[in-house]
């Protein structure tokens, strides 16, 4: 399936929220990729529990490794993140299915919200 947003567009199989995710937030109006330079904006890691993320999160603080962006998208929690070699890094967490915010005809609907992290530190460890 596909879905547009104004400037974004998801592409999944099935009912999954998004498998790829295109926009123009950043390239709007601008002219193409010079060769040999990659388009990709970040690759994401999807945990299975939120307590899973959370964990993540909390051996990222550890070692004062700077977090960029928390995002709620209604479907899942996000923290992003840059590497080592400056390549962007998304850690997620899905919410069950029957959480994920829809509009009236039943389509899932993205959120652009803050994530609170407090809450998500809350989180007991996965173990």
């Known amino acids: 399936g596909w879905g547009t947003t104004g400037d974004i567009l998801f592409l999944a199989a099935g009912d999954y929220h998004h498998h790829l995710g295109f926009n123009t937030w950043k390239s709007a109006g601008g002219g193409p990729q010079p060769d040999g330079v990659c388009g990709l ?8 529990t939120r307590a899973g993320l959370a964990d993540a999160v909390r051996r990222l603080q550890a070692v004062d490794w700077p977090l960029r962006q928390l995002s709620d998208h209604g ?11 400056g390549n962007d890094l998304e850690l997620a ?3 069950p ?9 039943g389509r899932i609907r993205m959120v652009f919200g803050d994530l609170d992290l407090d809450d998500l530190l809350r989180e007991p460890s996965a173990g």
């Open 93 to 95: 967490w899905d919410r």
């Open 75 to 85: 479907t899942h929690e996000a923290v992003y993140l840059s590497d080592p070699d």
């Open 97 to 105: 299915r029957d959480q994920w915010p829809r509009d009236a005809s």
């Open 41 to 48: 904006h970040h690759v994401a890691i999807n945990y299975p």
